[in-house]
Nanobody, 124 residues
Framework: QVQLVESGGGLVQAGGSLRLSCAAS????????MGWFRQAPGKEREFVAA????????YYADSVKGRFTISRDNAKNTVDLQMNSLKAEDTAVYYC?????????????????WGQGTQVTVSS
């Protein structure tokens, strides 16, 4: 059974930083991609960032480029999201997801597995 557990969310002032972590268990994701999505109240869940598990390629939403960095540790089966220069509009529940199937990195399908989410609140 695949399980994704996010951690590291919290309350931070605008301009501050947070680091989210996602620990995956239940199988090896050596050929899969992992991504982060977020969902603000009343809005659709949107893509934030993704990383290809095997070749280290990274993908970012325009809104977070230059501020967020995604990284992964294959040995630990973890993926992190370093978030700097946070803005009030970054406030959302952040979800970790795994994409086993082929397809776009930027959309919810084809991500197959999802975590429960961690709240990030940025005060202005």
């Amino acid at each position: 059974q695949v399980q994704l557990v996010e951690s590291g969310g919290g309350l931070v002032q605008a301009g501050g930083s947070l680091r989210l972590s996602c620990a995956a268990s239940g199988r090896t994701f050596s050929s899969s991609a992992m991504g982060w999505f977020r969902q603000a109240p009343g809005k659709e869940r949107e893509f934030v960032a993704a990383i290809n598990w095997s070749v280290y390629s990274t993908y970012y939403a325009d809104s977070v480029k230059g501020r967020f960095t995604i990284s992964r540790d294959n040995a630990k089966n973890t993926v992190d999201l370093q978030m700097n220069s946070l803005k009030a509009e970054d406030t959302a529940v952040y979800y970790c997801a795994v994409k086993v199937r082929s397809g776009s990195y930027y959309s919810k399908p084809p991500y197959d597995y999802w975590g429960q989410g961690t709240q990030v609140t940025v005060s202005s």
